[in-house]
């Protein structure tokens, strides 16, 4: 530090905060969010960490100085976590016989209450799964009011709450259901569902999960204007907020957890996590499964309109029984605050 300018001193002292919150953000998806709920809003934010650590690498390295070390270190350890932040190359086999593509989209009620300007959105999401034409569409934020006609799909699992306006959400399937069922959350809106599918001479569990809502608007407007009134208490709100969520999200993935370690048949869990890819809850969902993501896309995976930030928080998890050949996020596709993921993936037999 003796040999540094006063302003490089300043750069080493922020450089090293953020070794430090980059350090914890790594540990913190091994760790169960109702021990440290509040820490654990670093795991959003730790492709961000990375991406400083790698501008401060830069900064050192440009100077000859020893302090890119450190964020050199940090970012060798980062590379595990590279891959579920962006990818980049995708991987496109040709299309055989006996492939099945898989959609998971929340409509957000297919723009029942206009938040959308325009009336043509319900029907731009039907063309658009007619078009895309997945064997099973898992959609999150369901709602029949919305009086959008799916009749291409022969078998359908809906599970709905609510008097006058009826949500929940739904499995639709080319192929025959030969079970179904839902797993209900305490205190919470959101809900698990999932169905057992025959296809051919297999059987497979589909789970379509919704869980908790860390409830940040996509322009994140709440918390501008918290940091704009240097209101304290409206940030702590929100970061509060964000910390109950977590808990109710990991007592929601144990459940999860629970229900499919019963489960004989290969599994497919699709569906709006609400949370990022380096979350203990996603590390307990995803298991020993496959994320389509890693496998086979390209780039950032935006699956989230969130205005500042690249999130993915829609997955599709697959047993490790199947191929995944393809897979793709529709970013392009704004038709709700989430975006339409597929994958194409084909059962291989032992």
Request: net charge positive.
């Amino acid at each position: 530090m003796k040999t540094l300018s006063r302003f490089n001193k300043g750069m080493y002292i922020v450089n090293t905060v953020v070794i430090v919150l980059t350090f914890m953000a790594y540990v913190f998806p091994f760790l169960a969010p109702n021990l440290f709920p509040f820490l654990s809003v670093l795991t959003l934010v730790l492709p961000l960490f990375l991406i400083i650590n790698a501008l401060f690498f830069m900064y050192w390295l440009i100077q000859f100085k020893r302090q890119m070390i450190l964020s050199g270190f940090v970012l060798i350890l980062g590379i595990t976590f590279i891959n579920k932040f962006y990818k980049f190359s995708e991987l496109d086999l040709p299309p055989e016989e006996g492939d099945m593509v898989v959609m998971s989209y929340n409509v957000r009620l297919f723009n029942l209450f206009q938040w959308i300007p325009g009336n043509d959105v319900q029907e731009k999401i039907k063309n658009f799964i007619n078009e895309i034409n997945p064997d099973i569409l898992c959609v999150q934020e369901y709602s029949e009011n919305a009086g959008v006609d799916l009749r291409v799909y022969k078998y359908r699992t809906l599970f709905m709450q609510g008097n006058k306006i009826k949500t929940g959400q739904a499995i639709f399937s080319k192929y025959p259901i030969i079970d179904e069922g839902q797993i209900t959350f305490e205190s919470s809106h959101n809900m698990l569902i999932y169905a057992d599918i025959r296809k051919g001479q297999d059987t497979l569990r589909v789970y379509n999960m919704h869980l908790e809502s860390i409830k940040i608007s996509p322009d994140v407007n709440e918390i501008e204007r918290s940091v704009d009134s240097i209101n304290k208490k409206k940030s702590t709100l929100v970061f509060n907020r964000i910390s109950d969520a977590f808990k109710k999200q990991q007592q929601q993935a144990e459940k999860l957890m629970e229900h499919k370690s019963k489960c004989r048949y290969p599994m497919l869990i699709c569906g709006d996590m609400n949370n990022s890819a380096f979350s203990y809850v996603y590390r307990s969902i995803k298991g020993d499964l496959n994320d389509c993501f890693e496998e086979a896309g390209k780039g950032f995976g935006k699956t989230y309109n969130f205005k500042y930030y690249p999130a993915r928080i829609d997955y599709i998890f697959a047993d490790r029984k199947f191929k995944v050949k393809a897979f793709k996020n529709y970013s392009e596709f704004k038709n709700s605050d989430h975006f339409p993921v597929v994958t194409r993936i084909r059962y291989e037999r032992d």
